[in-house]
């Protein structure tokens, strides 16, 4: 189990500083909206990003079963495509250019002011099955179908994993909640920063991770 977690850890790590979820947190906690789409979009994020494990592990386990001695090459080989996949994503991601507006933002975040209890809970689910999120989730997956956890151990280690991946979501938007106009200024402040350096940050947590993936794939063939 405690080899499992310590595989899971950098996975989770990495998903709690996506800068897409980030920034919709912070600019929600920024709009109008705030009391009625935070708690929403909170609840939608920790469903999506458990969702996704949970399918993986079951996914993966479901996949691997019948190969039976080939069970473990097969998990490697899953591995070595997520981390390729990571690596080539980070790639494009620091690549790609989103027209911004004038804050700096891409265009479409600009609707993240309008959004309501529905459409915040929406988003929230849907940025769990992005690119990155899935890749994510399938890597953590592996980790769980690889270790041959007892239930009750997989389901802690999912409430782990689950805790860490949504903790840039959670702790600002308790902390907005407890004390919103001390969180005002750190949160425009985040916003400005996420704005200039999100992209380059993202790309080199999945250039990392999808290191990391790619040779513990290599290392089980």
Do not use: C
Request: hydrophobic fraction near 55%; charge should be positive; proline fraction near 5%.
């Amino acid at each position: 189990m405690w080899q499992a977690l310590g595989a899971l850890l950098p996975i989770a790590v990495a998903l709690a500083f996506s800068s897409v979820p980030l920034t919709v947190t912070i600019l929600i906690l920024l709009s109008p909206n705030r009391s009625r789409a935070a708690l929403p979009f909170l609840i939608g994020t920790v469903i999506g990003v458990a969702a996704v494990i949970m399918l993986s592990a079951l996914a993966t386990t479901a996949l691997s079963q019948p190969l039976r001695r080939g069970r473990d090459t097969a998990i490697a080989v899953l591995e070595i495509v997520i981390g390729t996949a990571l690596l080539i994503l980070a790639a494009i991601y620091l690549r790609r250019r989103s027209r911004p507006s004038s804050t700096g933002l891409p265009r479409w975040l600009a609707a993240v002011d309008s959004f309501g209890s529905l459409s915040s809970f929406a988003i929230a689910v849907v940025l769990s099955f992005r690119p990155k999120g899935l890749l994510l989730g399938i890597a953590g997956g592996l980790v769980l179908s690889a270790s041959r956890l007892k239930s009750g151990e997989a389901a802690l280690l999912i409430i782990i994993y689950t805790v860490i991946a949504t903790s840039t979501v959670i702790v600002p938007i308790a902390g907005s909640l407890i004390a919103p106009h001390r969180m005002e200024p750190k949160l425009l402040l985040a916003r400005d920063w996420l704005a200039v350096n999100g992209r380059i940050m993202t790309s080199v947590m999945m250039f990392i991770i999808g290191v990391v993936i790619l040779g513990s794939g290599f290392t089980k063939l």
